[in-house]
């Protein structure tokens, strides 16, 4: 986090969002998988191997894809909800 907003100069070193954003990405992003995963296997029926090499690629990319949202999403829920 910045210290200070770049628009406003609202002091933003009290807000911290913690791991939060982690494990909703966690929850969020595994829960998709592993409905996608099953799709895959009983549509197509691809060996192993496939898996090993779409899965990985599509957990990376979501992660870092959803992870700076919910931190922002969390860092505003925390000033719209709390007196810092």
Known sequence: MRERCSS???DLRAHDSGDGPAVFVILILGALVVVAA????VKFEPPLWAHAL???G???AGA??????LK?????LQYR???L
């Open 8 to 10: 406003c100069g609202l």
């Open 38 to 41: 099953l799709i895959v296997e």
């Open 54 to 56: 779409i899965w990985p």
């Open 58 to 60: 599509f957990i990376v």
């Open 64 to 69: 870092i894809a959803m992870l700076r949202p």
């Open 72 to 76: 922002a999403t969390l860092i505003a």
């Open 81 to 83: 909800h709390r007196d």
